[in-house]
């Protein structure tokens, strides 16, 4: 089993920039695919990035070219540095891992989730 801690949240400006940081506990942090959602109130959890042991990065394409997912294993953390935010980027951020190192895009094919980090850019 493994244990997840996001902490990084909070309240910035639009332009600005946050880091969020997922502590995980437990086995396998290793060999796992970590990877970042976000929901938005009165929307569905949707995908952010993710990456897997062997550094292979995907983005969601909202987000491509504004965050950098990465992780430390000697630390197991991953990391998800968030640059020029927009009030869309508002939300719940969670991070989530999974077993198998295929870097897959729904949440359903998670396997562990943390309780979530808020969020919100004021314009």
């Known amino acids: 089993q493994v244990q997840l801690v996001e902490s990084g949240g909070g309240l910035v400006q639009a332009g600005a920039s946050l880091r969020l940081s997922c502590a995980a506990s437990g086995r396998t942090f290793s060999s796992s695919t970590m990877g970042w959602f976000r929901q938005a109130p009165g929307k569905e959890r949707v995908f952010v990035a993710a990456?897997?042991?062997?550094?292979?990065?995907y983005y969601a394409d909202s987000v491509k070219g504004r965050f950098t997912i990465s992780r430390d294993n000697a630390k197991n953390t991953v990391y998800l540095q968030m640059n020029s935010l927009s009030p869309e980027d508002t939300a719940l951020y969670y991070c989530?891992?999974?077993?198998?190192?295929?870097?897959?895009?729904?949440?359903?094919?998670?396997?562990?989730w943390g309780q979530g980090t808020q969020v919100t850019v004021s314009s």
């Open positions: 990456i897997n042991l062997s550094m292979r990065i």
């Open positions: 989530a891992g999974r077993r198998s190192i295929a870097i897959v895009t729904s949440s359903a094919d998670y396997d562990y």
